[in-house]
């Protein structure tokens, strides 16, 4: 594995202005405090009740993810870039949606094949020619960005339908102000308290037409053995707006109304974090008992915003992902901002006959596949694994996109063994209504706390880290040997 | 509010309130059980436990001899027992963890921490029956139970969501000071006072002990326990928080409130007003007379029946 990028400290040893006070705070405090930080930490997740149920872990029910002590930083001017990036690329993704169910410019002009949308498993004919409240698909985004060297960040991969994880960007920090508030008072970190201030005015904003009066929102969920019920209960509490499962709403004359005590009230707006496929039985799949039966005919009808819309999975196809740079030019007339991985689209045959040759050294992605299933690390994969994937590419390309392993930067990260660099990305999130974006400065860092490891999803046994966004301006890299173990606040003051 | 919402916080009161019942009434037996030779013929005071708690039925139905052992394991840890303490805080749980947003922190608080301690003592029973060590999960439900309701009581806003969950608290209770005297009714009648004597006294200590009442019977009446004054305090006492009428004070104060807020009253608040007039303008005198069974065996009916109303008129929306 080449060198790669440290979050904190650079090739030459050297601290990055950034990390200055945390490498200090590392250096000074006893292993066995930070030990016991890390222990305060977990009761304090366990107790708030912040647990992650794990598809087929039946004794892991309800797992804590573990979180990091070690806050992942950005510098004042690397998120003023990354955040301009962000939303110039959900505003073109919502451009791109739009224009895919209305008169599909893009694929007239021939910037992309048509098959790759029109076949795609994540076209959904029935929006096909419709229009929804205020022409915006993609109210909640969540991008996930790595970082592979100091100038630059990639995407990996763009999460348009029902991001999660934004619960934990919100705990991390409470957890983290109450373990390390001298931290605090002396970093400016940018605050994202606000963010389910800025969602809930993102969801009045896209009331649909025939609201009347103060609206009614909604949070729909598949309920609480839902891998991220946790989360949905988190922010509707924080939202303040009603929890329902399906059993809760019932559809009548093509208007949603949810049980309550005094009877049917009729709602205007469901932040739904349910699959399109789940959300209705009479639309979608029959056999779904999440769903509530003629949603989706209230929706067309106008009488209901769904957030995100239905549709919106083309947009963060992994096949799709690749055209997204000329997505952005093509809507915008601007360069992209952000990055994308350079990525082989395994149906071109040249780019098939590429990857099969480089297997050991690719990331190969299946393009419907999510959480980190259904993926082949070549280095880190045995001569059986890449074999059953070269069965697989073979039979099925257009199932699968390639990219280069990409060394991921790393972060410092405390263990009992004590501190060592972790693989990380970051997953901010882009809100969109009809008043604007808006993005709270920060996100969701995930690491990888296995050594070595890429894979920092949850459900594979990653991590998080709280996400500081700090006022660099007045700092400086320090040098090499500036914080030996013992270094005295003095010295780092000098 | 949500009916499902209302509906979850309704049976976690019944959930919590009926751990404590159930904590309670395992610790009376056994002080009663320790006493040589309490009740004469068949069946033992363990046996009329399981009656008052309405697990009988389910407990014969595992062939087990209603000893202390079998009995108190059943009553506290057995997966089989709907109404196992066990079950009924994981049940409060899962209820409280489907209305996370309808909790405040401090009572999902009580509830999460009482789940996550039930685990320790579930796993150190599994090492056997120890005496001592069921004493101290009984005390550890019981505050529990009080950590719930304190959580609710102090930091609940007053609206639906604090109704719903009172009237939950109180048709449990209700039901739970019914079933006591259903089953013990037989040692409470006037005429077992020439039987007399130490046994009688400490069947009747139980009782009071079961609902946490041998105290206040002191202080209400002053004087040795008669098993008359006993029924008189459980049926009669509105200042008994465990009393029948109170419970119905109170059932009917929250419901009146629900009527109000919501603009109109039906089924459950008239229902509820017929049982509190028939509680106020009952005498002990009367009650004996037309038969202390007969009288708590019709109580536990409309009790039952305004839980079915409850729900139809606003849980099952």
């Known amino acids: 594995m080449p060198q790669c990028f440290d979050e904190m400290t650079l090739a030459d040893g050297a601290t990055r202005a950034v990390y200055g006070r945390i490498a200090h705070w590392l250096a000074a405090t006893p292993s066995e405090l930070l030990a016991s930080r890390r222990a305060q930490a977990e009761l304090l997740f366990r107790r708030i009740g912040i647990t992650f149920a794990v598809h087929g872990d039946k ?11 070690v806050p992942r930083l950005l510098g004042r001017s690397e998120w003023a870039r990354l955040e301009e990036g962000l939303r110039q690329r959900v505003k073109a993704l919502n451009l791109f949606i739009a224009d895919i169910y209305g008169a599909q410019e893009i694929l007239k002009s021939g910037v992309m094949p048509t098959d790759i949308v029109l076949q795609n498993p994540y076209y959904e004919p029935e929006m096909a020619g419709r229009r929804i409240p205020h022409d915006i698909y993609v109210h909640i985004a969540g991008i996930d960005i790595v970082r592979i060297d100091a100038g630059d960040f990639y995407v990996l991969e763009d999460n348009l339908r029902t991001p999660s994880g934004v619960s934990y960007m919100l705990e991390n920090r409470e957890v983290m102000m109450r373990l390390a508030p001298d931290l605090f008072a002396e970093y400016r970190v940018a605050p994202v308290e606000n963010y389910p201030d800025a969602l809930l005015a993102t969801l009045r904003s896209i009331v649909p037409r025939a609201a009347r009066g103060e609206p009614t929102i909604v949070l729909l969920t598949p309920g609480q053995y839902n891998s991220a019920y946790y989360e949905h209960s988190f922010l ?3 939202l303040g707006v009603e929890l329902v499962e399906g059993r809760d709403l019932l559809v009548r004359d093509d208007v949603v109304y949810m049980r309550t005590t005094e009877g049917p009230k009729r709602v205007d707006v469901i932040y739904r974090r349910i699959d399109d496929a789940f959300l209705d039985p009479l639309a979608f799949r029959p056999d779904s008992v999440l769903g509530v039966p003629g949603l989706f005919n209230a929706y067309i009808s106008g009488n209901v915003t769904l957030t995100n819309a239905v549709g919106t999975g083309i947009g963060d196809d ?36 590429y990857v099969l040759d480089h297997l050991p050294e690719l990331v190969v992605k299946e393009v419907n596949g999510s959480g980190g299933f259904g993926m082949l690390i070549g280095p880190h994969a045995t001569r059986e694994e890449i074999d059953t994937f070269r069965q697989k590419l073979r039979a099925k390309p257009d199932n699968f996109i390639a990219q280069p392993t990409l060394s991921l930067s790393t972060c410092p990260t405390s263990f009992d063994s004590g501190i060592a660099p972790r693989h990380v990305d970051l997953r901010p999130f882009v809100l969109s209504g009809s008043d604007g974006i808006r993005v709270v400065p920060g996100g969701l860092t995930r690491v990888a706390l296995k050594e070595g490891s ?19 301006s007045h700092l400086e890299n320090l040098p090499c040997g500036a914080f030996a173990p013992g270094t005295t606040r003095e010295a780092m003051d000098r | 509010m949500l009916s499902r919402t209302a509906d979850n916080l309704y049976w976690l009161a019944r959930y919590m309130e009926r751990a404590d019942f159930l904590a309670r009434i395992i610790d009376a037996t056994r002080r009663l059980a320790s006493v040589p030779t309490t009740q004469p013929g068949p069946g033992t005071e363990w046996d009329s436990t399981l009656e008052a708690s309405g697990a ?38 899962t209820n409280g963890r489907a209305v996370r947003t309808a909790l405040t922190a401090e009572m999902w608080d009580a509830i999460n921490g009482a789940w996550i301690e039930l685990k320790r003592h579930v796993m150190s029973n599994a090492r056997g029956y120890d005496r001592e060590q069921s004493a101290r999960f009984l005390e550890f439900v019981k505050k529990a139970s009080l950590d719930y309701d304190g959580a609710a009581h102090r930091t609940m806003l007053r609206n639906d969501a604090y109704w719903f969950s009172r009237l939950g608290l109180y048709i449990e209770r209700a039901d739970n000071t019914a079933r006591i005297l259903d089953v013990k009714y037989n040692i409470l009648l006037p005429e077992t006072e020439a039987v007399g004597g130490s046994v009688d006294y400490f069947q009747w200590a139980a009782i009071l002990r079961a609902v946490s009442a041998l105290t206040a019977y002191h202080w209400v009446y002053r004087e040795s326990l008669k098993p008359w004054l006993i029924a008189d305090l459980l049926i009669l006492r509105p200042e008994m928080p465990r009393s029948l009428i109170a419970c119905y004070e109170n059932i ?58 409850v729900a139809e008129q606003y849980l099952l929306n």
Request: hydrophobic share 40%; proline share 4%.
């Open chain 2, 252 to 309: 009917v104060r929250f419901l009146d409130s629900i009527g109000k807020a919501y603009g109109h009253k039906g089924e459950a608040q008239r229902h509820a007003h017929t049982v509190l007039a028939r509680l106020m303008g009952a005498t002990t005198k009367e009650i004996f007379q037309s038969g202390l069974h007969e009288f708590v065996t019709a109580f536990v009916e409309n009790n039952t029946r305004l839980g079915t109303i």
């Open chain 1, 59 to 69: 004794d892991a029910a309800e797992r804590l993810i573990p979180f990091d002590i």
């Open chain 2, 56 to 93: 009988g039925e389910g407990f014969r139905r595992t062939g087990a001899s209603p000893d202390e052992a079998n009995v108190v394991e059943y009553l506290m840890f057995s997966m089989d027992n709907p109404s196992s303490i066990r079950n009924c805080i994981e049940k409060a749980r």
């Open chain 1, 236 to 238: 509707a509490d924080k």
């Open chain 1, 454 to 472: 890429l894979v920092v999803n949850s459900c594979q046994g990653g991590g998080t880290k709280d996400t500081w966004v700090v006022d660099d």
């Open chain 1, 318 to 353: 992994k096949a799709i992902y690749s055209y997204v740079p000329n997505i952005i030019e093509f809507y915008l007339g601007e360069k992209p901002i952000l990055k994308n991985v350079p990525t082989w689209r395994c149906r071109e045959a040249e780019a098939l006959a």
